[in-house]
């Protein structure tokens, strides 16, 4: 139930991008100029009137975008109506609004980034390119385009402190934590959370941050008491969102039920219901059910549970790739197999797995996209110091050319210590280079090969034992009951025993030999020269070994086992990917017959799973 939080803040997320109200307060126009000549006045005391009315419009449009989408289409088209009354600036702001229509009510998303971005480069305010980079950065948050989203949010935080109206600046910087969240860097979410609250913000940009810092702490493990949860509701309550205000039960239904307050969960939860049915958003009524359905399912009242997952389902597309999707299939797969029905089971099981795997690669793809931006960034700050270093050796150089014969020496001592500093600069770039090699070689956790470097290397091993005429074997295992222990234990539990696992098996591999973490809870090791009855030896040393894990260290008492599968050369070829299937399929056979064993790929065996082939990558969930 803790890994809904993280569904949740992408609701909100999304929810704000569309009902976020901005309150724009451009400057008005002077009057006519005082060059205009008297037979004019009359038409310069129009044109100001015109002004005028175009951004009385306006505002009232900009006011009603989240409120009443229907009035502010009205508003909008009679905006339109007057853009040839409109000074450069107002025609840009009725762009802004059309690039905001098409993103939130026509999801036009290309199209209103398009739009957006055009408006960025032309913006003759730095309240516009604002707007318009925070549009851009939120929008393509929606597309699953975090790069760009990203990169758009960085321009947007450079421009913050040069933007004056208040309910402006709020939204945006709120709008950039709440993307902050989505990446899984929820420290910085709550920063700039806490940098709106500061400043005395609005009502409803205040409900906002409110709600940001209150999942920001939760995700972070902060406790947190129920009154916060209560203060938070309530100022949504005062701002009308429906939506922050719900959100905001959804996570205190959430942490109830984790230490067991199931019936104060179901009060806040049902009584809420008819409210967030009344919203019509996909996303936050499946929550609602989804959670619901834990919770009915923990009570015992399986019908109920039963109907509250199906209602989940039922909301099909508009959900994909969601945490309440995932949970709902769980919860019905969970029913069908108490009432002995493995068909149903099995195909319920399948569909659980299926957005499991969706959401996981959702959520790697978010966090991917952080790093690559991180990362580039980095790189593009040092390479601008160097720019900046290279630009004062040019500047120096120019400069000493004027000088006397004199000087001549001193300056050439200077150049040097310049030289220096840029070769050192040049070191640490190419040292940088070679951190972030090894960042995309290795896993930051285990300090184990990575899915892509143990396939590339396992590949090119292969390879060569093929033509040496030389066998091999390759294993994958797979911890038992991991997501219990993270959810018992804490993910610190967790992470501990990857590590334990990780340096038990490393020390059962050879040189030769490559052992790679390839997904979350599972491992892979290419077993250079070995046949398929020493690997399977060798595998069941470190089923032994893992058994024997004494676990006290982390905190907590309890046994750690896996389940292993062996597939070799001999049976599969000296293909990696049939390799790693057959190896699956026996993972897999070792899962079903009781988990902590090693179950070996056989011609006997092959047979056996012709009917019940499974894609590697389900192996990454472990019941």
């Known amino acids: 139930m803790m890994t809904l939080r993280m569904e949740m803040s992408r609701l909100l997320a999304t929810e704000f991008n569309r009902r976020r109200m901005i309150r724009n307060r451009s400057f008005i126009r002077p009057a006519a100029s005082a060059l205009v000549v008297f037979l004019l006045a009359s038409v310069g005391a129009f044109s100001v009137s015109a002004s005028n009315k175009v951004e009385t419009v306006f505002k009232e449009a900009d006011a009603l975008r989240s409120s009443d989408p229907a009035k502010f289409e009205e508003s909008l088209v009679r905006l339109e109506s007057l853009a040839k009354q409109a000074t450069p600036l107002q025609l840009q702001k009725i762009e802004y609004l059309r690039a905001y229509r098409s993103a939130m009510y026509a999801d036009q998303f290309d199209n209103a980034i398009s739009q957006a971005k055009s408006l960025y480069g032309r913006a003759k305010s730095n309240e516009l390119r604002f707007r318009a980079a925070t549009l851009i950065a939120n929008t393509s948050a929606i597309k699953r385009d975090f790069a760009t989203g990203l990169k758009y949010m960085g321009l947007a935080l450079d421009l913050r402190n040069q933007v004056k109206e208040k309910s402006i600046k709020h939204n945006g910087v709120n709008g950039i934590a709440i993307l902050y969240n989505q990446m899984g860097q929820f420290s910085l979410g709550r920063q700039y959370a806490n940098e709106v609250l500061r400043d005395a913000p609005a009502p409803r940009q205040k409900c906002f941050a409110s709600n940001i810092v209150l999942e920001s702490d939760q995700r972070l ?26 959100m905001t039960r959804a996570f205190w239904a959430i942490e109830l039920a984790e230490v067991k307050q199931y019936p104060r969960a179901l009060t806040i939860l049902e009584t809420a219901l008819p409210e967030v049915q009344a919203t ?4 936050l009524i499946a929550g609602f059910h989804s959670v619901l359905a834990e919770i009915k399912l923990n009570l015992g009242d399986v019908k109920a549970a039963e109907e509250h997952a199906k209602a989940t389902v039922a909301l099909g597309e508009a959900i994909a790739s969601s945490e ?29 797995a299926e957005s499991e795997m969706a959401h996981q690669s959702d959520v790697r793809a978010r966090e991917l996209a952080y790093e690559i931006v991180r990362h580039e960034t980095q790189q593009k700050n040092k390479e601008i110091v160097l720019l900046q270093r290279n630009n004062q050796v040019l500047r120096l150089q120019q400069t000493l050319e004027r000088e006397s014969a ?14 220096a500093g840029i070769i050192f600069w040049a070191i640490q770039i190419k040292r940088h280079q070679g951190q972030l090699q090894r960042l995309a070689q290795t896993d930051t956790l285990t300090g184990l090969g990575n899915r892509h470097y143990f396939t590339k290397k396992s590949e090119r091993a292969l390879i060569d034992a093929a033509r040496a005429g030389e066998s091999a074997a390759l294993v ?44 979350g809870e599972e ?62 399929q026996m993972l897999y056979r070792a899962k079903n017959e009781g988990r902590n064993r090693v179950c070996a790929y056989t011609a006997e065996t092959a047979a056996d799973y012709k009917s019940t082939k499974r894609s590697p990558t389900l192996s990454v969930v472990s019941s």
């Not at 019509?280 to 996303?283: A, G, I, S, V």
């Not at 994958?476 to 993910?491: C, E, Q, V």
């Open 221 to 246: 493990g902060s406790a947190i008491a129920d009154n916060r949860f209560e203060s938070a509701i309530e100022e949504c309550i005062r701002a009308n969102e429906p939506v922050a205000i719900n």
């Open 280 to 283: 019509r958003y996909p996303r």
């Open 324 to 352: 309440p999707l995932v949970s709902a299939y769980k919860t019905l797969y969970q029913i069908a197999s108490t009432r002995e029905k493995p068909s149903v089971a099995l195909d319920l099981y399948k569909r659980y």
């Open 406 to 419: 004199q000087k001549a020496r001193l300056a050439m001592v200077f150049l040097m210590l310049v030289l």
């Open 476 to 519: 994958m295992f797979d911890l038992d009951h991991f997501k219990a222990i993270n959810d018992t234990y804490g993910h610190g539990a967790g992470d501990w025993v990857l590590k334990q696992v990780g340096k038990t098996c490393s020390a059962h591999c050879r040189k030769v030999d490559y052992l790679g973490r390839i997904g």
């Open 523 to 584: 491992f892979a090791v290419l077993l250079h020269g070995l046949d398929l009855s020493t690997a399977t030896r060798l595998a069941e040393d470190c089923r032994s070994q893992l058994a024997q894990l004494d676990t006290r260290e982390c905190g907590y008492s309890f046994v750690v086992t896996a389940s292993f599968g062996v597939s070799s050369t001999a049976q599969s070829g000296y293909d990696l990917s049939r390799l790693l299937s057959h190896a699956d």
